[in-house]
């Protein structure tokens, strides 16, 4: 009898809560799955903790945290501490300073390396396009051209075996991560979402405006 080998993986694991509730599901499908995280220059650590715990707690293959210092050249306020993080809420048609220049497509080309050599079969990624500002690296246009490169720029994807980018909740919006999280039993208080590092998340901050109007609405918080 021959075994049936699960397939294999890797999440992009940043430690919040689109990256855990993107690996759950990835788990769900019946994938081993390999985390990935990096230490960019952000601004806390706090996001990295929780990735570890979250990669303890899913009990995944392998986890990878990745040290490239975007900061030293900044352009964002999640990697130049000079910069304020923005407290106005999202304002459409503006990128706030929180973008990262190119920051998904580094992440992304680490992954597609680790994917090949693991030869794994998907890239999960937690990127989201509905509740934040337009990031241009977390569209749907993006990820399409993005694995076209990924086809041509490897062998596996020469051989028609390449890497599948999936980005399973790119279309949703927060509220429906959440209820899926919870789904899941994604252990929502162990993520971080938030833009600072303190011992408790600011509740200002654009990332925890939309979290928490999230969690009310789905019945997990009560403010």
């Excluded at 019946?30 to 707690?57: C, D, M, P, W």
């Excluded at 992954?111 to 794994?120: F, H």
Aim: aromatic content about 6%; proline content about 4%; hydrophobic content about 35%.
């Amino acid at each position: 009898m021959q075994l049936i080998t699960k397939p294999t993986a890797i999440t992009l694991l940043s430690g919040g809560l689109d990256s855990a509730t993107a690996t759950a599901i990835a788990l769900e499908k019946g994938n081993n799955v390999i985390g990935l995280s990096f230490n960019y220059g952000q601004r806390h650590k706090r996001e990295l903790k929780a990735a570890q715990t979250l990669a303890k707690h899913f009990k995944l293959l392998e986890h990878h945290i990745i040290d490239i210092n975007l900061s030293t050249w900044g352009g964002s306020s999640l990697t130049d501490l000079k910069q304020s993080i923005p407290h106005q809420g999202v304002q459409k048609g503006v990128i706030p300073n929180t973008y990262v220049p190119c920051r998904n497509t580094v992440f992304i080309a680490i992954g597609l390396s680790l994917a090949e050599a693991k030869q794994a079969n998907q890239l999960v990624l937690g990127i989201n396009a509905m509740d934040y500002s337009g990031y241009p690296d977390c569209r749907p246009d993006y990820l399409k051209q993005y694995q076209n490169l990924a086809n041509l720029g490897s062998k596996t994807g020469r051989e028609g075996k390449g890497t599948k980018l999936w980005a399973p909740l790119i279309h949703w919006n927060k509220l429906k991560i959440i209820q899926e999280a919870i789904r899941l039993s994604v252990p929502i208080e162990q993520t971080w979402s938030c833009y600072n590092g303190r011992d408790k998340e600011c509740g200002v901050c654009d990332s925890c405006r939309i979290r928490n109007d999230a969690l009310m609405k789905a019945g997990y918080l009560n403010l």
